[in-house]
């Protein structure tokens, strides 16, 4: 998938990537359940869900859009081309079939698998905060929100919710659901935690060291401005930082600022960051008792606020974001309207 750069090409393989599902059915009515899945993708697309849940019908009223919850873990360095939006299909050099079928072909597959495989048990929750492994990658834009926004901050996991303070300007908390059968075998554990993943997957290799006799997967939450570099932006040829409201080295530009993690390189620094999450993780184990698609300035470098002209543009080419969305993403103004487009 890339970032949106069209030089970017892939080939070869570090590791596979997985697709895990989750069902949850009530025990006094087994045909009011929700399906939970997490793929190793960057995100789900409005084309994987419709071909999933046209192959979900062989279930009969069992599972549908309404019951069937379908996540990426965000990764950049997973395949493309399997989005209905012009945006991400110029960048991904068009539909690439082969790519949407093997993604759509390991969900269905994915949840046979839970359907045949369901048994009686029940879900544990917990939740602890994980330091040293994430920084907030546009700290001056995140002081434009309202100070009541950055206090203050009523979050909802799945199957609670907790009114908390932010201690910094990410939210460092991780959420574990344990899933343990009535004869008290562990089968299932689902964390979420915000991540923006990057070219090698941390949560993905969270996963892989969780790998055993029950399904372990790791969701991500709200990871909008959440980067895994946590020492931060440096000029690569200076060495000083680059921490500015246009990431700018006084020598060479915005080109030369580039952020980095905790290792040499970026395989190492997933390493750590995955093995930090995975003791974290299996901690909380052993102590437990959508949208509107669009590209928000802020995540373009510099970008704090709207520009007129920039808006004209976008007008004038491509199409004019709703009100409805305009309200959805308020106070942040909308670049490019990509659920629209």
Known sequence: MGYANMDQNGAGMISRQYCRAFIIADPSNSTQRMVFLVAEIGMMSQRVRLEVSGDTS???????????????????????????????????????????????NGILESIEMAHQNMIKGRILINKGLVHNSQINRSPLSYLNNPESERRRSESFFLFFSSLSRYASNTDKEMVLLKMVADSGQDIGMLRKIGFKQKVSDITDMTAFLFQGPYVAAFASSNLGDVSPNIRGPHCINTGESCENLNNYCAIGGPQMCMAKGPGKDMFESTQIIGRNIYLKAKVQLLTSPDGKHSIDVDLLTGMIEGDPFWDAVRNAILVKPSKEMEECHKPKPILVPTGQV
Not at 80 to 98: A, E, H
Request: hydrophobic letters at 30%.
């Open 58 to 104: 062989r279930y009969g009223d069992l599972y549908s859009p309404d019951n069937v919850i379908l996540s990426g873990t965000h990764t950049h360095s997973g395949p493309g081309g399997f989005f209905q939006y012009t945006i991400y299909m110029i960048t991904s050099k068009g539909f690439i079939l082969p790519t949407r079928d093997a993604i759509v």
